[in-house]
């Protein structure tokens, strides 16, 4: 069982909110990852973060935004949320030299309505 | 494009018969792994196959690499209805430890 958390596991909220998604791990991994899926679909890496104070986009092109102040933590936020961000956002973490093998926490599902 | 796509794309069989699930890339990779994901939740780690592999085991699950084919297949033995969940199969093409996943098979094993 994987060391890693997400909270909340559902949230529905109005258009033009601000959220922030939470991402904790406690396995002390360098690497960390937030993916948008949704239903019955392929994952899309959005954010990626190799180390304190490093974040990356990946390779689908998001609005939102990520920090990296923390091994552990690895927030998602967004200014100002949209039907069109409706998903699941999964977050994961990875430890160097173990060939890229992930840990994914439950994941978050967002509505916005 | 789809760096991994799995094949087929759903799978219903019995309990107990044994279920093959098949992934295509497109660029040389480092090593290939498979995952399972249950309905609404994160992904599980199933096993990692290295390039210079070309058969793995780790219980019930088979996997298999073909590098010059540039495909892997997963075999699940004597199914069983836990094993009800969608499998993905994910490379790394870049070397970074940035993953590419397929859109997966969704297997359903019926009682």
């Known amino acids: 069982e994987a060391d890693i958390y997400q909270t909340p596991r559902y949230l529905v909220i109005g258009t033009g909110k601000k959220i922030t998604l939470e991402c904790s791990q406690t396995m002390g991994h360098d690497k960390m990852y937030w993916y948008q899926q949704d239903p019955g679909m392929e994952l899309h890496l959005i954010h990626y973060s190799y180390g304190v104070n490093s974040t990356e986009k990946g390779d689908l092109s998001s609005e939102s935004t990520v920090s990296r102040i923390r091994t552990e933590h690895f927030p998602l936020t967004l200014e100002s949320a949209r039907p069109s961000h409706t998903s699941q956002y999964l977050c994961a973490s990875s430890e160097s030299g173990t060939g890229g093998k992930q840990y994914f926490g439950p994941g978050t599902r967002l509505t916005v309505t | ?111």
Not at chain 2, 57 to 63: D, I, N
Not at chain 2, 72 to 86: E, F, N, P, V
């Open chain 2, 1 to 111: 494009s789809q760096q991994g796509e799995e094949d087929p794309q759903a799978l219903s069989i019995q309990e107990g018969e044994n279920a093959t699930m098949n992934c295509s890339y497109k660029t040389s990779i480092n090593n290939l792994q498979w995952y399972r994901q249950n309905s609404g939740r994160g992904l599980v780690h199933l096993i990692l196959i290295r390039s210079n592999e070309r058969e793995k085991h780790s219980g019930r699950l088979r996997v298999t690499l073909d590098t010059s084919k540039k495909s892997s297949s997963l075999l699940i033995t004597a199914s069983r209805a836990a094993d009800t969940a969608s499998y993905f199969c994910a490379t790394d093409p870049g070397g970074a430890q940035k993953l590419v996943f397929g859109q997966g098979t969704r297997l359903t094993i019926n009682p």
